[in-house]
């Protein structure tokens, strides 16, 4: 059976910065599109940021473009989430999810398009 283990998540201050790991298990990993979401607390699960198979396409969501970066090394089956400037609006659990993929980068921004799903990670900015 699939696996994803999130880790990396914390405490941490307002513009601190945080990198999360996902580590995947028994796929394919480099036939699968990786996606990171959050979700807050009564609020619906939100795109970060998606990447390609190969690494070389990324997309990322309006709330975070620009102080987010994702990454991923096939060789050791693990995708990246390095976020920067933190805010307090960034309070959610972080998940990684991963989909097979067929089409390209911008079709995985929705949540329903992904078939494994990790347990998620709590990240807290406090102000």
């Known amino acids: 059976q699939v696996q994803l283990v999130e880790s990396g998540g914390g405490l941490v201050q307002a513009g601190d910065f945080l990198r999360l790991s996902c580590a995947a298990s028994r796929l394919t990993f480099s036939s699968y599109a990786m996606g990171w979401f959050r979700q807050a607390p009564g609020k619906e699960r939100e795109l970060v940021s998606t990447?390609?198979?190969?690494?070389?396409?990324?997309y990322y969501g309006d709330s975070v473009k620009a102080r987010c970066t994702i990454s991923r090394d096939n060789a050791k089956n693990t995708v990246y989430l390095q976020m920067n400037s933190l805010k307090p609006e960034d309070t959610a659990v972080y998940y990684c999810?991963?989909?097979?993929?067929?089409?390209?980068?911008?079709?995985?921004?929705?949540?329903?398009?992904?078939?494994?799903w990790g347990q998620g990670t709590q990240v807290t900015v406090s102000s």
């Open positions: 990447i390609s198979g190969d690494g070389g396409t990324t």
């Open positions: 999810a991963a989909a097979l993929e067929l089409y390209a980068t911008d079709y995985y921004s929705r949540a329903n398009r992904y078939d494994y």
